[in-house]
């Protein structure tokens, strides 16, 4: 054996495996044995022992380096052995022995080609024993064969080129406490430079706030379950586990922990939330600012303490601001029918910061003498509800007759029984009423009848009217006769002999007006009555003929001679009685005029001075400009007459430069609205003529026109107050219609509206001529009138009459419904003509009730004769509000019919699609969004429009109705 061989080798690997010396490991890797760290001999044993050999070299920096080498060739049958002493196997399953060697090539050894290996084995035996001497070669568990990649010839040497080898094996599915490695030659010449043995494992960590120790891999490439703990301030949220793999690498984390509240994840530890920032829940990322009107003054908070008077619902999420009570209602509007009221009302002014206001109605029944009030009880029903109301209207029932009442209406939110300030209500007071039946009291001859019925109690003070409706119960025509009275009796004269009536009987309080109560049917008298034969009814019908003739050269003779209207006979009745004659559904009201047209004066100011009051200029404050007219500025104001409270008013100045003529006009709508004095017609206050400038004054209507009053507060008014503004109107057109006056420009944009939302109407314009022009629009001193609000037959042959301003009615109504739209969208004048002549009619706006519909369809019937009258759409209105369900069912709204929504179906980019429903002012807010194509719109809904900017709820619904319309009917949309 000669080891020159080797041994110079092994002097030129130190100056070089210095720096593999002082190298570092992974962090995974845990070294249970290196031989390069061993001070001393490493106590190794090798037998037989004139195998391997334990040689100490010294590297660059004197540090003894321990190796084993053998190299015995050149005899033959070599089975040299060194094994380790005992290795702690530390609770790792898995080991890796780590082998850096030299092998001499055996072609640079002359002499030993039947004796010369290249390879050497390594095997391992487990034991719980760290103290045996022994251990037979058939005990022991092969690892491996271990070849060289690399071997060295002696010219390397010379040359100090090094073959080191580095080679790493692993066993697996240890389980008792230790083993030994052998190394086994078997005719190499080797010099095994570095052992290591070493487990891996998986390092501690902290994955989503949870702490993962040290973890050993597992045996046999198993991978191991670790389960983490939360770190400080934090709790688990989803059990947090992890899998170790047998390479020492963590896998993919599971589950997580979270800060607890009051503290957010920074750097995967949770920090406290800083005074002024809260967090409140497991699922918040982060700490937030306090909402508004509440505070922290300390780290940490989970939620923050509302300020003083400022309130949060135990239910609310803590991020909720805190909120106060709701303010009082407002603009409560009640209609007493008998012994029923509606009530309506605006909702309060300031909310407290909350949306869930809810009402409670509060009734107390209070006597007529006293004032005093006791609760109403359980007689009376409410519906929908007396509590928790959602919406502002409230309808009464069961009430008791003549009785005062008073109805505290409250608004509350969700903190209101969290707050000691008394709550908020406004009070509405009623007076009801109630006629009991009608029977004859006296019959005093053939041609009239003394009438008694059971009346009510004055309240308050208040005057209380009757009145008595009768006509012949078998004339065709019906015409009526209305008769009022202060007393609860009445003579009724001018009857027809032998002839069968109907009296009908309503009463009229302070509170309001009630249904017609009780009905007497009866026939007068035959007594007296002129026999009439054959041979006389010629010679009579020419003297009533003759009488007649002369009578009416009378009348008209008196309306020449007075220049005023005389066209009405006062009736023989009490002092306090008036009496009202109906013939063909139109009204002459004695006592008062009937419209008379300014332009049958020969003098115009003489019809200003009678129908108009002047006011001296000094009571007049003008306050600001809030318009202008034809003939001036429109300005608003105070007027303040001598013993009256100071109101609010609007003033209409003529301009300076006026002709006579324009004087004239301008002054003759006050001589038309001087005529007028009804609750839904425009007030007139007065004129100022003595002084300049001339001016109109009327009632100031706080939210201006109608039109622009719905585009303002689109989809903001339930149905029910919708029916009631067009009740109003249709209740001011009346009392015109029954005045024999022609409106001719019905519309709402002349429709005013006061702050308790009561509709009025307005602009009564003298002239309106037709023009020539091909947009065929009628032109009027308060500028033109499109010709979609006027019925066919004033367009036609110039035919206006009250069956006209009926078909405009309809129109409006239409307006109402759909919040101020354009009647006919973009259709020109000439189409609308032509489309209505072939028998088209608006379709009902969205959410339309269908019996609403039908009304505006039965406006505009073609035949005006078949057109309702005003005083019957009133009725009609009447029983809606009576009986909302009626309005509950909704008119199919064929929106292909709209040509706007039509252009739509056949777009094929979102631009095309939002300038065809005409919203094209928001293609700017979708593409900002997102929404840059068609399909992208399938998932669009309400909450998604308010993100993006559509806050108006009509164009919300306009948007949403054209996308269900164009997936429903399988249009363009390619999704």
Excluded at 490 to 509: C, E, N, Q, S, W
Excluded at 741 to 770: E, W
Excluded at 805 to 830: A, C, H, K, L, T
Aim: aromatic content about 10%.
């Amino acid at each position: 054996m000669s080891f020159c061989w080797i041994y110079p080798v092994l002097l030129t690997i130190s100056s070089v495996f210095n720096t593999q010396a002082l190298r570092t490991y992974p962090s995974n890797e845990v070294t249970l044995l290196d031989s390069m760290s061993a001070l001393g001999d490493l106590g190794w044993v090798a037998y037989p022992p004139e195998g391997w050999e334990e040689i100490s070299v010294m590297d660059e920096r004197n540090t003894p380096m321990r190796t084993y080498q053998v190299c015995n060739v050149l005899e033959v049958n070599q089975n040299n052995w060194l094994r380790t002493s005992w290795i702690p196997r530390s609770g790792a399953q898995r080991i890796y022995i780590e082998i850096k060697f030299t092998l001499r090539d055996c072609n640079s050894l002359p002499g030993v080609s039947g004796t010369c290996k290249e390879t050497f084995n390594m095997y391992y035996y487990e034991s719980n024993n760290s103290n045996l001497w022994f251990i037979k070669e058939s005990h022991y568990i092969k690892i491996d064969t271990i070849a060289a990649d690399e071997s060295f010839t002696q010219v390397d040497v010379g040359d100090r080129v090094m073959k080191l080898n580095t080679e790493v094996r692993d066993v697996s599915n240890l389980y008792k406490n230790g083993f030994y490695l052998a190394f086994q030659d078997v005719g190499a010449c080797i010099a095994l430079v570095s052992v290591r043995v070493f487990y891996k494992k998986c390092p501690i960590t902290t994955r989503n706030l949870a702490l993962f120790p040290d973890t050993v891999t597992g045996g046999d490439s198993a991978l191991v379950e670790v389960k983490g703990s939360c770190v400080n301030n934090s709790v688990e949220y989803d059990a947090p586990k992890m899998y170790c793999s047998a390479d020492g690498g963590w896998l993919v984390p599971i589950g997580r922990c979270v800060c607890k509240p009051g503290y957010e994840e920074k750097r995967d530890v949770c920090q406290p939330c800083k005074p002024g920032y809260y967090r409140a829940l497991l699922t918040d990322s982060y700490c937030m600012k306090c909402p508004p009107n509440s505070f922290t003054l300390q780290d940490s908070s989970p939620e923050c303490t509302c300020e003083k008077d400022f309130y949060r619902a135990p239910s609310d999420p803590k991020s909720t601001p805190c909120a106060q009570p709701p303010s009082a209602p407002d603009n409560p509007i009640s209609t007493v029918n008998e012994t029923s009221v509606i009530m309506e009302w605006s909702p309060p002014d300031d909310t407290g910061g909350r949306l869930d206001i809810t009402y409670n109605i509060h009734c107390r029944r209070c006597q007529v003498e006293g004032q005093k009030c006791i609760p109403c009880g359980s007689g009376i029903h409410y519906i929908p509800r007396q509590f928790g109301l959602t919406h502002t209207r409230v309808l009464v029932t069961d009430l008791l007759p003549y009785t005062n009442y008073t109805f505290d209406i409250e608004a509350l939110n969700g903190v209101s029984e969290l707050s000691s300030s008394p709550k908020q209500f406004i009070s509405v007071n009623i007076t009801t009423s109630q006629v009991g039946n009608v029977w004859l009291k006296e019959r005093k001859s053939k041609d009239s009848v003394t009438l008694a019925f059971q009346g009510l109690e004055k309240v308050n003070d208040g005057l209380v009217e009757y009145e008595v409706i009768y006509y012949e119960k078998y004339q065709k025509d019906q015409n009526y006769t209305i008769l009022k009275t202060h007393s609860t009796s009445m003579t009724v004269d001018g009857l027809k002999p032998g002839t069968v009536y109907i009296f009908r009987v309503r009463a009229h309080t302070v509170g309001g007006q009630g249904i017609y109560g009780g009905e007497i049917e009866l026939e007068t008298s035959t007594e007296d009555m002129i026999a009439i034969s054959d041979t006389n009814q010629i010679t009579i019908l020419a003297i009533s003929l003759a009488g007649g003739f002369a009578l009416l050269i009378f009348l008209v003779t008196c309306f020449l001679v007075s220049g005023r209207h005389c066209g009405y006979i006062k009736a023989k009745q009490d002092p306090d009685e008036d009496k009202m004659q109906f013939q063909h559904g139109r009204v002459k009201l004695p006592g008062s005029r009937t419209y008379i047209h300014p332009h049958t004066y020969e003098d115009p100011n003489q019809a200003v001075r009678d129908f108009a009051k002047e006011i001296d200029a000094s009571s007049i404050r003008i306050e600001r400009v809030i318009g202008a007219g034809e003939f001036g500025e429109v300005c608003s104001g105070r007027l303040r007459l001598p013993s009256k409270r100071e109101i609010y008013v609007a003033i209409k100045s003529l301009k300076a430069g006026y002709s006579e003529k324009q004087r004239r006009d301008f002054l003759g709508e006050a001589s038309i609205m001087g005529q007028f004095d009804h609750p839904n017609i425009i007030r007139l206050e007065g004129v100022v003529t003595k002084c300049k400038p001339v001016m109109i004054i009327t009632e100031f209507m706080e939210n201006g026109s109608l039109d622009s009053f719905l585009k303002k507060h689109d989809g903001q008014f339930t149905v029910i107050q919708l029916v009631g503004m067009l009740r109003g109107i249709a209740s001011g057109m009346k009392y015109l219609s029954d005045m024999n006056y022609v409106h001719r420009d019905l519309a709402a944009r002349n429709i005013l509206v006061n702050s308790n939302l009561v509709c009025k109407v307005s602009d009564f314009g003298l002239s309106r001529v037709l023009e020539d022009d091909p947009e065929a629009a009628y032109t009027t001193r308060g500028g033109k009138i499109p010709i979609r609000w006027t019925a066919p037959e004033a367009i036609a042959y110039r035919k206006f009459t009250s069956a006209s301003d009926v078909w405009s009615y309809g129109i409006v109504m239409w307006e109402v419904i759909s919040y101020g739209e354009r009647p006919y969208w973009e259709m020109s004048n000439q189409d609308v003509i032509k489309a209505i002549d072939e028998g088209y009619r608006l379709p009902p706006p969205m959410d339309c009730p269908v019996v609403l519909h039908q009304l505006m369809l039965d406006c505009w019937q073609k035949c005006r004769s078949d057109r309702p009258k005003f005083g019957q759409i009133v009725n009609i209105l009447d029983k809606f509000i009576r009986s909302p369900v009626s309005l509950n069912q909704l008119a199919n709204s064929s929106t292909w019919q709209d040509p706007s929504m039509q252009d739509a179906f056949t777009v094929t980019t979102l631009e095309e699609w939002l300038e065809a429903i005409k919203m094209s002012q928001y293609i700017e807010n979708f593409t900002v969004a997102g929404y840059v194509t068609l399909d992208s719109l399938m998932y669009l809904n309400n909450s998604e429009l308010n993100k993006i900017g559509v806050s108006l709820v009509g164009h919300q619904k306009k948007i949403l109705a054209s996308v269900q319309n164009l997936h429903s009917l399988g249009t363009h949309l390619q999704i």
